[in-house]
């Protein structure tokens, strides 16, 4: 950040680097065994008979789209390669392979128990996912960001961080809800 401040040349270095940090990150969201991760715990977890299934679920995203929203495929979908739309990791995304987990039956509950939670839904919607959480007839809730920090989430028997963030702050506000 100081170097927006010094000459020419540092200030090119710097949009460089924090060009090249943005890449990384959206390059680490789309790691391709993430989802598989995830989808394997949530399948194993309610499977385990010793400890039982989990009073509900919930996985915590970093990004609401599936794509790098600077990417021309952003506008049009369509153009999107296949191998990227197989990487890619964000909330959306997952809620629907979640979905579909309990379509095939390896996940024991009907897709109406599975809820999308993120800040381009309505309040309504929003409210209305984590009271079917509360009430137990949401049994994963894929949300982004807003439940990390300063909502109190019900008791839920597995939270699982999808996407997590470089702030330390934000990962104990994470570790928080969980825990």
């Given amino acids: 950040g100081r170097a927006f401040n010094v000459s020419a040349a540092l200030q090119s270095a710097a949009a460089k680097l924090q060009s090249a940090y943005l890449e990384r990150k959206h390059f680490l969201?789309?790691?391709?065994?993430r989802i598989r991760i995830v989808e394997r715990i949530l399948v194993q977890s309610w499977k385990d008979e010793r400890l039982g299934a989990p009073q509900g679920a919930v996985l915590f995203n970093e990004r609401i789209g599936d794509t790098d929203p600077s990417s021309p495929t952003k506008q049009d979908p369509a153009k999107q390669d296949p191998v990227e739309q197989e990487l890619t990791t964000g909330a959306e995304n997952l809620y629907q392979r979640v979905r579909a987990l309990t379509e095939?039956?390896?996940?024991?509950?009907?897709?109406?128990?599975?809820?999308?939670?993120?800040?381009?839904?309505?309040?309504?919607?929003r409210q209305t996912a984590l009271a079917g959480l509360r009430a137990?007839?949401?049994?994963?809730?894929?949300?982004?960001?807003?439940?990390?920090?300063?909502?109190?989430?019900?008791?839920?028997?597995?939270?699982?961080?999808?996407?997590?963030?470089?702030?330390?702050?934000?990962?104990?506000?994470?570790?928080?809800?969980?825990?």
């Fill in 29 to 33: 969201y789309q790691a391709s065994e």
């Fill in 104 to 125: 095939s039956g390896e996940l024991p509950f009907s897709p109406q128990a599975v809820a999308l939670e993120h800040s381009r839904k309505s309040a309504a919607e």
């Fill in 136 to 179: 137990g007839t949401i049994q994963v809730l894929v949300s982004v960001k807003a439940l990390q920090e300063g909502i109190d989430i019900p008791d839920v028997g597995l939270g699982v961080s999808v996407a997590s963030t470089a702030s330390a702050r934000q990962r104990i506000q994470t570790m928080g809800r969980v825990l």
